[in-house]
């Protein structure tokens, strides 16, 4: 039998409730897209375009030019140019939400522009070179695509940043509205980041001991310490998720676990699993089997 790719989402999915591990892979193409859905995807895109052309443009550069505010409301606008673009063609129904997100969305890339620059210059007063500097805070690889063979495992990080000591940092860009939504899931944005660990490791055969999450909403961010014990866990975990299937629907969550409902972006198809047959959620989700071979 051909097994088929786990993903860091699917692994941290998992670690959030196996139950949603279960019904993303019952129905992996399953629910709505949402508001909150399709201004994450959107702002995942204007924020990796910002940091590509900061770095082309910085990279052209040897020092930071006394008019770089002009040249970054400059790349925002081209960047803004290219998000409009992408929208109309992948998000024609939310376009005026998007629009609507612009103002924000201009002022949040200034302060990150502003933040990399003093960072920047911080490590170049400490004796690094410009190039040295700008390679540390921009991104080194944006949307990398990963295929483990020896793990089993398919997955895009986001970023992925050099550190100063050799190794790379791992980094996930979040549009949770509250803080709290954030704080809720923690756990499994960790083991998302500790799976993306593993793959950059292997990927690059540097060592990945750090990671964060970026909070596209306020700009802070979350950082994670990955130690040794938290690769061999997430593998782990990994190898109990692709059980799940076999071992049937798992109990919804109790007690205080039973608070991440109320933040669970599957909760309604969830909920209605007791009580509705498979083929009244398949059309309320736009089921699309999954094609499982089957062992003779």
Sequence with gaps: MMMNYSTPTGIASYVYCPRLCYINKLFPYGGQKTENMMLGSFEHEVFAKHSELSRLDWENQNKFSKYENDSNNSRIDKVFEFAIKISKENYPHFLDVLKNDLDTLRLRLSILDSTRIKQATELINKGMSFSEAIDLVLPWQIEQKFYSEKYRIKGRADSIYKTIDGGLLVEDIKSHKTRLNAFIHKDEHKAQLTTYA????????RTVNNAQILYSQDLSTEKFEISEDDKFEIIGIKKESEKIIEQ????????????????????EICFGLDERTDDEIRDDVDFEPLKIEVKT
Aim: hydrophobic fraction near 30%; charge should be negative.
């Design 198 to 205: 593993v793959l950059a490791e292997e990927t690059y055969q």
């Design 248 to 267: 049937g629907l798992p109990p919804k969550l109790e007690g205080e676990e039973a608070l991440k409902c109320q933040f669970c972006y599957k909760k």
